[in-house]
């Protein structure tokens, strides 16, 4: 998965309804760029170097899998979308919607169309006053002095009062944190761990990943099934109770909620598709009495992929062991998480078909698929 780069944007507007053009404006940025993580309070500023309406200035803190070009390009079109016209002089102007990248991670960069830092923003108060309120210590990575510092140190005497109204975040439209545990279930391949990182990363979620790249057994049992079947779903057994009761009662007092890519469940999934029947009743014997006990998902998210889609993922992640799956061990796979779902009329379980998307490269699938989460 692609990591993520923090960003800082600056926003301005003196026209109209202001508050709806910064509003409108977070929202298109979460929706085409990135989560937004933090947002500053509202400033109202007078116009500078021409007469005209004072402006409302906001800055917010991104995290976007953009490139920086990607970014400006994006937010050009959000101005255009919201109203805004070419300039028609070299001055300041009046505008619906003014949106500049401060900084994007520690780069610098100086082209003709894109200079990162934002090459004016220590001069100016109605920058560095909102920027401070979410950013006071991220060093300027040329001026190697904080945000913080940078304002203390401004000439501007303009005068900068915050106003009693906050812009709102778009990621608090989903209600992830009405679940204390979710659980992301989906065949091999189907993109179980990329949900969960997007998501813990995105709604500060503590995140449970499955070990299962450490099992010295998986390999083998790849190349000869039947004598490792056992063998394997006893070693998954054991470590994944010793991974989610460890888990799960360590509380992170700075998440919110806990996410994980997979539920104990699949043990005996899995171990249904792959072991002999008295081989599994006595498993499914060994299964129940060591779960018991063991907290359930408030949510569990099924993520369906169709087996061609599966296969093509198999072969993108590349791992050497996986790279012979038939596709009738998926669509056993498949049958047994829905016929196991089927059986469970008590769990809060979401079953959503991916196979369309691609919600690791296409942020507009990864919204999709938050608002069928939470629909």
Same mark, same amino acid.
């Given at each position: 998965?692609?990591?993520?780069?923090?960003?800082?944007?600056?926003?301005?507007?003196?026209?109209?309804? $202001?508050? +709806?053009?910064?509003?409108?404006?977070?929202?298109?940025?979460?929706?085409? *760029?990135?989560?937004? =993580?933090? *947002?500053?309070?509202?400033?109202?500023?007078?116009?500078?170097?021409?007469?005209?309406?004072?402006?409302?200035?906001?800055?917010? =803190?991104?995290?976007?899998?953009?490139?920086?070009?990607?970014?400006?390009?994006?937010?050009?079109?959000?101005?255009?979308?919201?109203?805004?016209?070419?300039?028609?002089?070299?001055?300041?102007?009046?505008?619906?919607?003014?949106?500049?990248?401060?900084?994007?991670?520690?780069?610098?960069?100086?082209?003709?169309?894109?200079?990162?830092?934002? !090459?004016?923003?220590?001069?100016?108060?109605?920058?560095?006053? !909102?920027?401070?309120?979410?950013? $006071?210590?991220?060093?300027?990575?040329?001026?190697?002095?904080?945000?913080?510092?940078?304002?203390?140190?401004?000439?501007?005497?303009?005068?900068?009062?915050?106003?009693?109204?906050?812009?709102?975040? !778009?990621?608090?439209?989903?209600?992830?944190?009405?679940?204390?545990?979710?659980?992301?279930?989906?065949?091999?391949?189907?993109?179980?761990?990329?949900?969960?990182? =997007?998501?813990? +990363?995105?709604?500060?979620?503590?995140?449970?990943?499955?070990?299962?790249?450490?099992?010295?057994?998986?390999?083998?049992?790849?190349?000869?099934?039947?004598?490792?079947?056992?063998?394997?779903?006893?070693?998954?057994? @054991?470590?994944?109770?010793?991974?989610?009761?460890?888990?799960?009662? +360590?509380?992170?007092?700075?998440?919110?909620?806990?996410?994980?890519?997979?539920?104990?469940?699949?043990?005996?999934?899995?171990?249904?598709?792959?072991?002999?029947?008295?081989?599994?009743?006595?498993?499914? $014997?060994?299964?129940?009495?060591?779960?018991?006990?063991?907290?359930?998902?408030?949510?569990?998210?099924?993520?369906?992929?169709?087996?061609?889609?599966?296969? @093509?993922?198999?072969?993108?992640?590349?791992?050497?062991?996986?790279?012979?799956?038939?596709?009738?061990?998926?669509?056993?796979?498949?049958?047994?998480?829905?016929?196991?779902?089927?059986?469970?009329?008590?769990?809060?379980?979401?079953?959503?078909?991916?196979?369309?998307?691609?919600?690791? $490269?296409?942020? @507009?699938?990864?919204?999709?698929?938050?608002?069928?989460?939470?629909?």
């Amino acid at each position: 998965m692609t990591p993520t780069k923090t960003i800082y944007i600056a926003l301005g507007t003196n026209k109209g309804n $202001k508050l +709806q053009y910064l509003q409108s404006a977070v929202d298109a940025i979460f929706v085409k *760029i990135g989560a937004v =993580k933090k *947002i500053s309070k509202v400033y109202v500023t007078p116009a500078l170097g021409f007469k005209g309406d004072d402006f409302y200035n906001a800055c917010i =803190k991104v995290e976007t899998d953009l490139k920086p070009k990607k970014v400006l390009k994006e937010l050009q079109a959000i101005e255009f979308k919201l109203g805004r016209t070419t300039k028609t002089s070299n001055g300041y102007e009046a505008r619906e919607i003014d949106l500049d990248i401060l900084f994007y991670e520690a780069a610098i960069i100086e082209e003709k169309h894109l200079v990162i830092p934002h !090459p004016e923003m220590q001069k100016r108060k109605f920058v560095l006053q !909102p920027l401070k309120d979410i950013a $006071k210590d991220v060093e300027h990575p040329v001026l190697k002095k904080s945000i913080d510092d940078l304002l203390v140190e401004c000439k501007d005497e303009s005068v900068i009062e915050p106003i009693k109204i906050w812009l709102k975040n !778009p990621n608090k439209s989903y209600a992830f944190g009405n679940y204390n545990y979710i659980a992301i279930e989906g065949n091999i391949g189907a993109g179980k761990t990329s949900l969960a990182n =997007k998501i813990a +990363q995105d709604f500060n979620a503590k995140l449970i990943l499955e070990r299962f790249a450490d099992n010295p057994f998986l390999p083998k049992f790849y190349k000869e099934p039947e004598r490792y079947a056992f063998t394997l779903e006893m070693s998954f057994l @054991a470590d994944r109770y010793q991974q989610i009761s460890d888990d799960l009662s +360590q509380l992170d007092l700075f998440k919110d909620f806990m996410i994980s890519d997979y539920d104990v469940n699949k043990s005996l999934i899995f171990s249904k598709v792959t072991l002999p029947e008295d081989e599994f009743r006595l498993y499914r $014997k060994l299964f129940n009495q060591v779960y018991k006990d063991i907290a359930k998902p408030d949510l569990y998210i099924y993520l369906y992929q169709n087996t061609e889609r599966l296969q @093509a993922n198999i072969k993108k992640r590349g791992r050497n062991y996986e790279k012979d799956i038939k596709d009738e061990y998926l669509e056993k796979i498949n049958t047994g998480y829905l016929e196991f779902l089927k059986s469970q009329p008590e769990m809060n379980v979401k079953i959503i078909d991916i196979s369309e998307r691609d919600f690791v $490269k296409s942020r @507009a699938d990864y919204l999709w698929l938050l608002g069928e989460v939470n629909s």
